[in-house]
């Protein structure tokens, strides 16, 4: 944001305010740093600004909470009962609807996120109104807000002081303006009325393995490009306009662009958040990997700037059930640790990041086309009715690869030809010819490197029994196939 600079000066205020706020609500689970610096036109024109404030957060991060040390720490009134695995507060007994008749226990604080949820999905508009703050530890997600002085009120009537949560059929006559957060879910048709997919009906929905899983991502190198794009500049344009298209495109693009695209085309993913420069979708994992595709495909034809590429990362849920915040900072570490850091060398060209991780292998975009198609094929092979062992012959050469040996490629050929033999369908003979001599690199010396991750892709995406609820029988029969 660009504030007058007498706003840095009452920084450390906002922030001590902020901290004992939030640490009433979350805990030291959740913290908010705010950081900034004053400066002058030159400052602008360099656009150095972006990196500063980066190491100003970065040192704050090493320095949370010092402002509630002082504070009296969480006392727990009483240690009766289960206590929330997420927040550590006290769970209460419920009773259930009949179905199920073992006792239940919730927390109400948690509980409450999950209620906002449900409105922001069903609500038509949202108003943000000013209260007296509250002082007292909140018990809500409500009264998180309220100690901040505001209250959240959901309606389906029109109102020229709300916000319209649906940013497609927003209309500037009917509401002030529209939420900035994503808020499209996938539905699904209840008795009655339509409700937000669970867990359990999104992982149904993927192809084989029934999982679901995060896709994440975000804008490469961006304090960077913004630095250079003012350099080449030689128009001479004004680099805060500069500046603000460029972050008002880019906010564009993920907030409603992106969105659009995933209602249309990917209607059974949910946009977790989307906004700024980076996102995180829920869906079916075999899904994904073709909205990653989708998305950079749509952001190179929106930004026509090669120089500006995003990374992503998917994460699969080991078990259906598993908690969504954990598989996130998974993706996260996924994204940030493997497919940033990837480098790799293209048409003589030095490459990093511009690359998706996924299915333990990286895939540099410029190669997804080719890993994609690969994927098509071997399943087509499978879908002929070849045997998966396919997939435990293909990984054995691999592996002795990827431990330094040189393959032993002629082994490989024997085993394609005996395969080719076995089948009556010409069609089928043709498509086996076509994968191997793709796979094949380097004088037919070396199988392609890529291949891994494609085995392990078609492999849970052409799976057929499916299996408990904790994924443990599946895991068993996984080694016993492959
Ligand atoms: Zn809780």
């Not at 007994?93 to 239940?104: F, G, I, L, N, S």
């Not at 009120?153 to 029109?158: H, I, L, W």
């Not at 409603?256 to 977790?272: A, F, G, Q, T, W």
Request: hydrophobic share 35%.
């Amino acid at each position: 944001m660009l504030v007058p600079a007498k706003t840095i000066d009452k920084l450390e205020e906002y922030q001590k305010d902020i901290e004992e706020k939030m640490y009433k609500a979350f805990g030291l689970d959740l913290a908010v740093l705010l950081g900034g610096i004053k400066i002058n036109i030159y400052d602008l024109i360099e656009f150095k600004v972006h990196d500063k404030l980066a190491r100003i957060l970065e040192v704050k991060k090493n320095k949370k909470f010092e402002n509630v040390i002082d504070l009296e720490m969480f006392i727990p009134e009483d240690f009766s009962g289960p206590r929330c695995p997420y927040c550590g507060r006290k769970m209460l007994q419920v009773t259930r609807k009949e179905e199920e008749q073992e006792e239940a226990f919730e927390c109400v604080f948690c509980e409450s996120f999950a209620e906002l949820g449900r409105k922001l999905a069903i609500s038509e508009y949202l108003k943000i109104e000013k209260c007296p703050e509250l002082i007292t530890p909140p018990v809500n997600v409500y009264e998180v807000f309220k100690m901040f002085g505001y209250e959240l009120k959901f309606s389906d009537n029109p109102d020229k002081f709300a916000f319209a949560i649906d940013k497609a059929t927003y209309d500037q006559n009917k509401a002030m303006y529209f939420t900035k957060m994503a808020s499209y879910v996938y539905k699904k048709a209840g008795k009655y009325y339509e409700t937000p997919a669970d867990l359990e009906t999104i992982a149904q929905e993927a192809e084989g393995l029934k999982r679901w899983g995060l896709l994440r991502g975000d804008v490469d190198n961006l304090g960077r490009i913004f630095q250079t794009l003012q350099v080449s500049d030689k128009e001479k344009r004004t680099p805060i306009s500069f500046v603000a298209t460029l972050s008002f495109e880019l906010e564009s693009f993920f907030s409603i662009v992106l969105e659009r695209m995933v209602v249309e085309k990917h209607p059974k993913c949910n946009v977790i958040y989307s906004g700024g420069d980076d996102f995180m979708i829920l869906g079916p994992w075999s899904e994904l990997p073709l909205l990653a595709r989708d998305i950079t495909n749509e952001f190179r034809k929106y930004s026509k700037n090669d120089e500006l590429s995003i990374s992503m990362a998917i994460a699969v849920a080991p078990s259906r059930k598993f908690p969504v915040y954990k598989l996130g900072t998974l993706a996260g570490e996924y994204l940030d640790d493997k497919a940033k850091s990837y480098k790799r060398t293209y048409n003589n060209k030095e490459l990093e990041k511009s690359a998706i991780y996924m299915f333990g292998g990286y895939v540099g975009w410029e190669e997804f086309d080719k890993v994609y198609k690969l994927n098509q094929q071997l399943e087509d092979i499978i879908s002929q009715g070849v045997t998966r062992n396919i997939l435990h012959v293909l990984s054995a050469f691999l592996e002795k690869q990827q431990e330094g040996e040189q393959p032993k490629i002629w082994r490989l050929y024997y085993y394609v030809g005996r395969l080719m033999e076995r089948q009556e369908n010409r069609e089928t003979k043709a498509l086996i010819q076509r994968f191997f001599n793709e796979i094949l690199e380097e004088g037919n010396s070396r199988l392609y490197d890529k291949l891994g991750l494609v085995i392990k892709w078609v492999h849970d995406k052409t799976r057929k029994v499916e299996s408990d609820e904790n994924g443990k029988a599946s895991q068993n029969r996984m080694t016993t196939e492959v």
